[in-house]
C-alpha cells in the first residue's frame, strides 16, 4: 500500500555516524533543518524535493548532540 513516503537512504555513513547528518528536524512537509557539513545527505535530500537549512553546529556536536536533541515538540495544526 502506498501511504505517500518515499524513504531516503543515507548516501554516507560517516556522516550519519560522526557528524549525525540524520539528526534533522522537519518544520513542515518538504523543509528541514540539519547540520551544515553533511553535504552528500543535503544533497540526497535536496534531490527528492526537500528544502534543507543548514546551520553551524559545529560546538553541540563536540557533545554528540545535534538539531534534532536541541529542539522541543514541534505543535502542529
Known sequence: MNRGYNIIDAPDQDEARFSLG?????????????????????AALEKNGVQVISLDFDEILKGWGSVHCCSATLARG
Do not use: D, F, M
Request: hydrophobic fraction near 45%.
Open 22 to 42: 540524520l539528526n534533522i528536524v522537519a518544520l513542515r512537509p518538504g523543509l528541514v533543518i540539519q547540520a551544515q557539513g553533511n553535504p552528500q545527505t543535503k
